[in-house]
């Protein structure tokens, strides 16, 4: 008889296989230096960390000829400086490293962007797509049978764009944060299950994660935070576990948070010469304008409300149940 958690490895392997075989077979004829290709323009931006460190030194003039533009201007090479410009935050770059390292060691090109590295972006987004989608059962798994868990967890996947994001895009930011934020739901919800002494710190680092990724995502992180501290349920995140925090568990929490949060300000301070950087400018989501909102939700083009309507669902729920959730 398998045990539960031997069970669990093996349909996590067989999940994973099948996204991983969906991910490669959609990129199988995408060529490099093409916006098929999974580093391209934004994807490549959030990628340059990798080889800017394991194979040019950080030395623009290192890269081939005109490579910033070949890869869709996702980055961009300062000859005269020297510098790799990206605006974008090294925490997609952190999560994709385990497996852009193994393309490193088998690849016979060796410049960051020939097939193995690309196929790598693959499996790093269907890895973190399948941690996302299991900790997502286990959130429904809560409340529900195993058949309603399953059914609720595929339901958010397609209904969304995360399965977009976790098979077609698999360089852009979306499938980490949403990984991150599965797993960080699944801590706040189930603190009985983690030594006290833990806790604290394994949701600090979850968050530090969440945010790495892109700092942006604190409009979500601090709502979930702030709503469970009101909520004050001894069975979830609450205050009385932040009221007992120990020196010991402040002072690892500010070590985790200066580990993870020093290679970002090395390189802005590397880049744009300040550690405290506004590395995004003249970007139309600056400013949350009434149409800037209402183009958000309702354009024709994009509006999240028309392409996935599942929210629009949520949002009404959220204002017919009683749940403490809601």
């Not at 997502?136 to 764009?161: D, E, P, T």
């Not at 002494?197 to 979500?220: D, Q």
């Not at 301070?269 to 304008?289: H, L």
């Not at 996935?308 to 809601?326: A, Q, R």
Request: with cysteine; hydrophobic share 45%; aromatic share 20%.
């Amino acid at each position: 008889m398998l045990k539960p958690k031997f069970k669990i490895a093996i349909l996590f392997l067989l999940v994973y296989t099948l996204f991983t075989f969906i991910s490669l077979n959609r990129h199988s004829k995408s060529k490099i230096y093409t916006y098929h290709s999974e580093i391209w323009a934004d994807k490549a931006g959030y990628n340059v960390y990798l080889p800017a460190l394991f194979i040019y030194d950080f030395d623009a003039t290192k890269f081939s000829d005109s490579l910033d533009y070949k890869v869709g201007n996702g980055f961009t090479l300062d000859n005269s400086s020297g510098k790799i410009i990206t605006k974008y935050p090294y925490g997609v770059s952190l999560l994709q490293s385990p497996f852009w390292l193994i393309a490193h060691v088998f690849a016979e090109v060796k410049d960051g962007y020939s097939i193995p590295y690309q196929k790598s972006i693959d499996l790093a987004g269907c890895f973190y797509l399948t941690i996302g989608l299991f900790f997502l059962f286990f959130i429904f798994r809560k409340h529900y049978s195993v058949a309603q868990s399953i059914l609720f967890s595929f339901l958010v996947i397609f209904s969304s764009g995360i399965f977009y994001y976790g098979i077609f895009e698999t360089g852009m930011s979306h499938i980490y944060s949403f990984c991150t934020l599965s797993i960080l739901l699944y801590l706040l919800l189930n603190k009985n299950k983690f030594k006290t002494t833990n806790y604290l710190v394994l949701l600090s680092s979850i968050s530090l994660f969440y945010l790495i990724i892109r700092p942006i995502n604190a409009l979500f992180l601090l709502p979930i935070l702030v709503g469970f501290l009101y909520l004050n349920d001894e069975n979830y995140f609450n205050r009385t576990t932040v009221f007992n925090i120990t020196k010991q568990q402040i002072l690892l929490i500010i070590l985790v948070f200066l580990l993870l949060i020093l290679p970002q300000l090395l390189y802005y301070n590397y880049a744009f010469g300040s550690f405290i950087v506004k590395s995004y400018q003249n970007e139309p989501f600056e400013t949350p304008t009434l149409n800037r909102i209402i183009e958000l939700l309702f354009s024709p083009n994009n509006g999240l409300l028309i392409y996935y309507p599942v929210c629009l669902v949520m949002i009404i729920y959220s204002f017919w149940t009683n749940h403490k959730f809601k």
